[in-house]
């Protein structure tokens, strides 16, 4: 068991992970700490140690806001490979006692969401496909003309694209959709990435993708 929080301090929770995490990320939320959570069938819980009066705090202010938010998430991606279940940013509780007494209260179901997230990562993927140059184009008619053929089938290749993430992984969360653009998050695991990859090697699109990141997308469980 680590060591006691301190008495008079908030804790913000950020995850629970089934393996004890690598070294967690100092930054300007606070201190990270790793409880020991065994006892519960859950593995290890990771907090967050703040002096901060969340109830005064200036949240409007993103100057103050933004570190604290990119701690945070650094410290969940710290997590990565050790079957992390993330929670979302602003959970804070008392102290340690409150928020084990919390946990313990959703331990069942806290077990379902790490067993049925475990060996899975999420990966988050910008799909768009190309415009014609106007400049290449013999005259203002022609070029519309060519657009026209571009967004028929830029939708034909976004509508296959769909399908085929889809059947190639685990679930898949469409975060915006536009006529020759999307944006999506994909839960895989190592097998089913893969094939996520080749479908998307396949794709006349242009591709950029994040990660393997912690579930953030596909955590079902009501906080």
């Known amino acids: ?6 008495a008079d301090g908030s804790v913000v929770l950020v995850a629970i992970t089934k393996s004890r995490p690598g070294p967690l990320p100092a930054g300007p939320l606070g201190t990270p700490r790793l ?3 065994s006892d519960s069938s859950r593995g290890f819980v990771v907090v967050v140690e703040t002096d901060v009066d969340w109830s005064t705090a200036p949240t409007d202010s993103l100057e103050w806001l933004a570190p604290r938010a990119i701690h945070f998430d650094d410290l969940a991606q710290s997590c990565t490979g050790s079957g992390v279940l993330p929670f979302r940013f602003g959970i804070v509780f008392s102290g340690e006692h409150d928020l084990l007494a919390h946990l313990e209260s959703r331990s069942a179901a806290i077990q379902r969401e790490l067993d049925r997230l475990d060996g899975r990562h999420e990966y988050r993927v910008g799909i768009s496909i190309d415009r014609s140059d106007p400049s290449a184009s013999a005259s203002g008619a022609d070029y519309l003309r060519r657009r026209r053929s571009e967004i028929r089938d830029g939708r034909t290749e976004l509508d296959e694209l769909r399908q085929d993430l889809e059947s190639a992984c685990s679930s898949v969360h469409y975060t915006s959709i536009a006529e020759a ?7 895989c695991t190592a ?8 479908v998307l090697r396949r794709s006349i699109a242009t591709v950029e993708y994040e990660g393997p990141l912690p579930p953030y997308h596909f955590v079902a469980l009501d906080e």
């Open 181 to 187: 653009q999307m944006s999506v998050a994909v839960l």
């Open 1 to 6: 068991m680590s060591p006691p929080l301190s």
């Open 191 to 198: 097998d089913e990435w893969a094939e996520v990859s080749a």
């Open 35 to 37: 409880l020991d959570a």
